[in-house]
Every structure is written in structure tokens, then in C-alpha cells.
């Protein structure tokens, strides 16, 4: 909970960068992405692709009804639009076994806070897992977090290590909600 009122200004802050207006072109770029015809893709490691893979996977109940995307931008650092990079074909092919079916990030755009699936202006939710840190070959420092409006999110900070050739948790980080 201490973590909650820590975050809380800086939550309050980024909503009031994204409910400023609506474009709906994606134009934020990372130095862990590049552009492929104007559009920005994440480029994943094994190791970091497996790490994401355990996180969906141990998340994966959520409604049927949502529609959810994926994407390793972390919110801090989403444009007024999205400005999400979006995960190689190849990742989304590896979850496709996944109860939560995962849209492309660049399938949604921001909107006044809102995530919106693009063509349909449906209300939908994006994931992100961000690949802090890694600390050692079997240690790695993750946010998860998952947003649909203003009010409707959330994410945490986890750390997880690879034991025995399986992923769990080591340690619950900063966490909040709104």
C-alpha cells in the first residue's frame, strides 16, 4: 500500500499527459525497438521472450469478453496515442496456446486515456511486460501491468529467478492500482 501513495503523482501525472487529446498515428520510439514501415517492433532476446511467455502464461484467466493487446512499452513511456512497439510476429505465434488471445499493440490506439481497438473504436486493455533488469543470467526484474481507462488499471514490479530450469518468483516490488 506505501508503494500506492508513492506512485499516485506520478500515475496522476501520465493520466493528464494521455487524456489530452486523440491521435491516432503512432509516433514514440525506444532504444529497444526499431522502425519497420513507420511502425515500432520490439527486439527480444530469447531469454527475454521465455520471461515474457511465464508472465502471460501466469496470468492467463482473464474474461473472454476483453480484448486485450501486448507490448514491452511500459506506460511510463506511452506517447498521447500509444506510441506502443509491438512484439515480433514470431512472439505472437508462441502464445497463440494462451487462453487470452493477445492482439498486436499496434491494432490499438489511446484516446483521451482510453485504450481502443482500431476500426471498431472498441474498449479493449493493454498488457505491457517490461524487461527491467536483468541481474544475473537467472535473475530478472519485470513490471506487468494491464490498462483500459483512467481508473482501470494497475501493474507491479516483480523480481523472478530461474531455478531447477523454471521461472518464479523471488520478490513482490512497487505495485499500484487505480
Not at 512497439?85 to 508462441?94: C, D, G, I, M, N
Not at 535473475?139 to 519485470?142: G, H, I, L, N, R
Given at each position: 500500500?506505501?508503494y500506492?501513495?508513492f506512485?499516485a503523482p506520478?500515475?496522476?501525472?501520465l493520466?493528464a499527459?494521455l487524456?489530452?487529446?486523440?491521435?491516432?498515428?503512432a509516433?514514440?520510439?525506444?532504444s529497444?525497438?526499431?522502425?519497420e514501415?513507420?511502425?515500432a517492433?520490439a527486439?527480444?532476446s530469447?531469454?527475454?521472450a521465455?520471461?515474457?511467455?511465464f508472465v502471460l502464461h501466469s496470468?492467463?484467466?482473464?474474461?473472454?469478453?476483453?480484448?486485450?493487446?501486448v507490448?514491452?512499452t511500459?506506460?511510463?513511456?506511452?506517447s498521447?496515442?500509444g506510441?506502443w512497439?509491438?512484439?515480433?510476429?514470431?512472439?505472437?505465434?508462441?502464445?497463440?496456446?494462451?487462453?487470452?488471445?493477445?492482439?498486436p499493440?499496434?491494432?490499438?490506439?489511446?484516446?483521451k486515456?482510453?485504450?481502443?481497438e482500431?476500426g471498431?473504436?472498441?474498449?479493449?486493455?493493454?498488457?505491457w511486460?517490461?524487461?527491467?533488469?536483468w541481474?544475473?543470467?537467472t535473475?530478472?526484474?519485470?513490471e506487468d501491468?494491464v490498462?483500459c481507462?483512467?481508473?482501470g488499471g494497475?501493474?507491479?514490479t516483480?523480481?523472478?529467478e530461474?531455478?531447477?530450469?523454471?521461472?518464479?518468483?523471488?520478490?513482490?516490488?512497487?505495485s499500484?492500482?487505480?
Open positions: 500500500m506505501r500506492g501513495l506512485l506520478v500515475v496522476c501525472s493520466l499527459g487524456t489530452a487529446g486523440c491521435r491516432r498515428d509516433s514514440s520510439q525506444s529497444t525497438v526499431t522502425r514501415r513507420n511502425v517492433v527486439h527480444l530469447d531469454r527475454d521465455e520471461v515474457i511467455c496470468h492467463d484467466s482473464h474474461p473472454g469478453d476483453r480484448i486485450y493487446f507490448t514491452v511500459p506506460i511510463a513511456e506511452w498521447i496515442d506510441g512497439s509491438r512484439l515480433p510476429e514470431s512472439f505472437h505465434e508462441s502464445i497463440v496456446g494462451l487462453q487470452t488471445k493477445y492482439r499493440a499496434t491494432k490499438a490506439y489511446l484516446c486515456g482510453r485504450v481502443l482500431h471498431t473504436d472498441a474498449k479493449a486493455w493493454m498488457r511486460v517490461t524487461i527491467k533488469e541481474t544475473s543470467p535473475e530478472v526484474v519485470v501491468g490498462w481507462c483512467p481508473l494497475g501493474a507491479s516483480v523480481t523472478y530461474k531455478v531447477d530450469g523454471r521461472w518464479r518468483i523471488k520478490e513482490l516490488g512497487p499500484w492500482r487505480s
